[in-house]
């Protein structure tokens, strides 16, 4: 079940946490993986030399999701090199916290920028060769946190809430062209990003979480992997929770 021999798929932020463990996956089941990072080089070539040490196709795909030429760029080069682009993972993000007062514009810009004008810009440059193939599957990485608020992250939250109501109109959008467009919405996963966090709040969440535990990068690649795959054709505009129970 779930194979995807054939396919072509971009994970953005693959180089590390949840975007490895999904282009890890997405790759373990046959496809040809596109590894994406901004300034993560080295973790990237780590994630291809995995993939290729397990039997798989991957290779490393540099560009920030945060500049609109460097994305179309990008785009445009896989569909020529490769003939096509399957699957998309829009899973690169960033977050810069603080409570609303402390909030500089500059820092809303950059968030604004990668987490949601990156991901509608991915989104519009990959619908071109998903419409000439007939086939496609977009998934984007939101976050509870755009479901639920969280203090501190007004700027992170209004990026990851947008994602949703971007997903349900490129969902209708291109339904008729059999691109299915999907978001996941982890809880909380132990990553990089979360790895900062004051021990207080880790402990507040895994009480908060009826699951009582972190959830891991595999957790949400195993979401991301049924998304992509041929036998989730009949799914899309959802938004698919992969939060313990956080918030249900
Ligand atoms: P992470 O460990 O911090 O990794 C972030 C990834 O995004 C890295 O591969 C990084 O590459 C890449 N990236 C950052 N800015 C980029 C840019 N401008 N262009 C291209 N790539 C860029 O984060 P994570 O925890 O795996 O999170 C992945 C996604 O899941 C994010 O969208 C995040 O918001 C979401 N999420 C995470 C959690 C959680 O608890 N961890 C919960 C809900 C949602 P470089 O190293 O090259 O910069």
Same mark, same amino acid.
């Given at each position: 079940?779930?194979?995807?021999? @054939?396919?072509?798929?971009?994970? &953005?932020?693959g180089?590390?946490?949840? @975007?490895?463990?999904? /282009?890890?996956?997405?790759?373990k089941? %046959?496809?040809?993986?596109?590894?994406?990072?901004? *300034?993560?080089?080295?973790?990237?070539?780590?994630?291809?030399?995995?993939?290729?040490?397990?039997g798989?196709?991957?290779?490393?795909?540099?560009?920030?999701? %945060?500049?609109?030429?460097?994305?179309?760029?990008?785009?445009?080069?896989?569909?020529?090199?490769?003939?096509?682009?399957?699957?998309?993972?829009?899973n690169?993000?960033? /977050?810069?916290?603080?409570?609303? =007062?402390?909030?500089?514009?500059?820092?809303?810009? $950059?968030?604004?920028?990668?987490?949601?004008?990156?991901?509608?810009?991915?989104?519009?440059?990959?619908?071109?060769?998903?419409?000439?193939?007939?086939?496609?599957r977009i998934?984007?990485?939101? /976050?509870?946190?755009?479901e639920? @608020?969280?203090?501190?992250?007004? #700027?992170y939250?209004?990026?990851?809430?947008?994602?949703? %109501?971007?997903?349900?109109?490129? #969902? $209708?959008?291109? #339904?008729?062209? #059999?691109?299915?467009?999907?978001?996941?919405?982890? @809880?909380?996963?132990?990553?990089?990003?979360?790895?900062?966090?004051?021990?207080?709040? *880790? $402990?507040?969440m895994?009480?908060?979480?009826?699951?009582?535990?972190?959830?891991?990068?595999?957790?949400?690649?195993?979401?991301?992997?049924? =998304?992509? /795959?041929?036998?989730?054709?009949?799914? &899309?505009?959802?938004?698919?929770?992969?939060?313990?129970?956080?918030?249900?």
């Open positions: 079940m779930f194979r995807l021999e @054939g396919r072509v798929a971009l994970v &953005t932020g180089s590390r946490g949840i @975007g490895r463990a999904i /282009s890890t996956m997405l790759a089941a %046959g496809a040809e993986v596109l590894v994406n990072y901004a *300034k993560g080089e080295a973790a990237a070539r780590e994630t291809c030399d995995a993939i290729i040490a397990a798989g196709k991957a290779e490393p795909v540099g560009f920030d999701v %945060g500049v609109t030429k460097a994305v179309e760029d990008a785009v445009a080069k896989i569909a020529k090199d490769k003939g096509r682009l399957d699957i998309v993972i829009s690169a993000g960033i /977050s810069i916290d603080g409570l609303l =007062l402390r909030l500089k514009e500059e820092d809303l810009d $950059k968030v604004l920028a990668v987490n949601l004008k990156g991901a509608i810009m991915l989104a519009k440059a990959a619908m071109r060769p998903m419409m000439r193939a007939k086939f496609g998934v984007f990485v939101s /976050s509870v946190v755009g639920m @608020g969280n203090p501190g992250q007004t #700027a939250a209004a990026t990851k809430a947008a994602l949703l %109501g971007v997903t349900k109109t490129l #969902a $209708k959008e291109y #339904a008729s062209r #059999a691109i299915t467009v999907n978001a996941i919405t982890p @809880g909380f996963i132990e990553t990089d990003m979360t790895a900062s966090l004051p021990e207080e709040a *880790k $402990k507040f895994i009480e908060a979480t009826p699951l009582g535990r972190y959830g891991t990068p595999a957790d949400v690649a195993a979401a991301a992997m049924y =998304l992509s /795959s041929e036998e989730a054709g009949f799914v &899309t505009g959802q938004v698919l929770r992969v939060n313990g129970g956080l918030y249900v």
